[in-house]
């Protein structure tokens, strides 16, 4: 079972390649609050990493995840085959 450090990293990794083949398909106020979310809270996420606070770390990235599979689900954005493209 890996520990909080491991699963952070596994996280980020995961969380950094979706945003980077995120494609927005609805450019709207929505649409742009749910990638700044996103954003932010990979952001917070590195933050607390930095900081050696892995549990905080990790609670940040699920967040930011969180938003990106929410705007997919929305209709918001796209990922080329993203596991939740199909649930649309």
């Not at 709207?28 to 954003?39: I, M």
């Not at 930011?64 to 939740?84: K, M, Q, S, T, V």
Request: proline share 1%; glycine share 6%.
């Amino acid at each position: 079972m890996p520990n909080a450090r491991e699963k952070y990293n596994i996280c980020l990794k995961i969380t950094s390649d979706a945003l980077n083949r995120l494609e927005v398909v609805k450019d709207n106020e929505k649409s742009k609050a749910f990638l700044k979310f996103a954003n932010d809270y990979y952001s917070d996420a590195v933050y607390y990493a930095n900081k050696g606070e892995y549990a905080t770390a990790l609670e940040a990235i699920a967040y930011a995840h969180g938003f990106i599979d929410a705007g997919i689900l929305c209709g918001f954005f796209r990922i080329e085959g993203y596991h939740l493209e199909e649930a649309k």
